[in-house]
T-cell receptor, first 113, second 112 residues
Framework: ELKVEQNPLFLSMQEGKNYTIYCNYSTTSDRLYWYRQDPGKSLESLFVLLSNGAVKQEGRLMASLDTKARLSTLHITAAVHDLSATYFC?????????????FGTGTLLAVQP | ETGVTQSPTHLIKTRGQQVTLRCSSQ?????VSWYQQALGQGPQFIFQ???????GRGNFPPRFSGLQFPNYSSELNVNALELDDSALYLC???????????FGQGTRLTVV
């Protein structure tokens, strides 16, 4: 059974600092997603990673995927308060024909001024 | 292009009652997936509908059921509500079963 773990669960950062969120998954997958969720809101798609070594960047966020290590990272550069939210990674089982995404527990990011 | 819309946004029901939640998929999408997100947790897959047929189901009891209509909109029905069914219910649409999922704003269900 596919399991997804994220760490840390909670991250308090100062503005301007860098940090990385880690997402480990237990079995082979061919699709990994990163989402952002603001309190009481829905999920906003950030990145879709489809192949080993994939790296995508948007603003202060950069995501990468290592399928051999079954690890994805979300790197935050020079954090700003607007990045405060909960971040989820989600993994689709390899070869699956559905969007039965398995989500991690989420990382609550709080950026302090 | 319209996004994924869900209704209602909030709902309060009594234990034992039945509830129907609705989802309109994004224009051009033919697949709808439903997720349950309890407070402080990640979303959990309930089931997916593709071309009006159930196409995959998570670990949810049969009292969770669904429908998809010819216009690809969908309903989630929950019978015999329990307190633990209180959660944010998210609908996601995609083009094909494995296409990228785009989520609606969710329905917050509270069971008292």
């Amino acid at each position: 059974e596919l399991k997804v773990e994220q760490n840390p669960l909670f991250l308090s950062m100062q503005e301007g600092k860098n940090y990385t969120i880690y997402c480990n998954y237990s079995t082979t997958s061919d699709r990994l997603y990163w989402y952002r969720q603001d309190p009481g809101k829905s999920l906003e798609s950030l990145f879709v990673l489809l192949s080993n070594g994939a790296v995508k960047q948007e603003g202060r966020l950069m995501a990468s995927l290592d399928t051999k290590a079954r690890l994805s990272t979300l790197h935050i550069t020079a954090a700003v308060h607007d990045l405060s939210a909960t971040y989820f990674c989600a993994v689709a089982p390899y070869g699956g024909a559905t969007n039965k995404l398995i989500f991690g527990t989420g990382t609550l990011l709080a950026v302090q001024p | 292009e319209t996004g994924v819309t869900q209704s209602p946004t909030h709902l309060i029901k009594t234990r034992g009652q039945q509830v129907t939640l609705r989802c309109s998929s994004q224009s051009g999408h033919n697949t709808v997936s439903w997720y349950q997100q309890a407070l402080g947790q990640g979303p959990q897959f309930i089931f997916q509908y593709y071309r009006e047929e159930e196409n995959g189901r998570g670990n949810f009891p049969p009292r969770f059921s669904g429908l998809q209509f010819p216009n690809y909109s969908s309903e989630l029905n929950v019978n015999a509500l329990e307190l633990d069914d209180s959660a944010l219910y998210l609908c996601a649409s995609s083009l094909g079963g494995a296409g990228e999922a785009f989520f609606g704003q969710g329905t917050r269900l509270t069971v008292v």
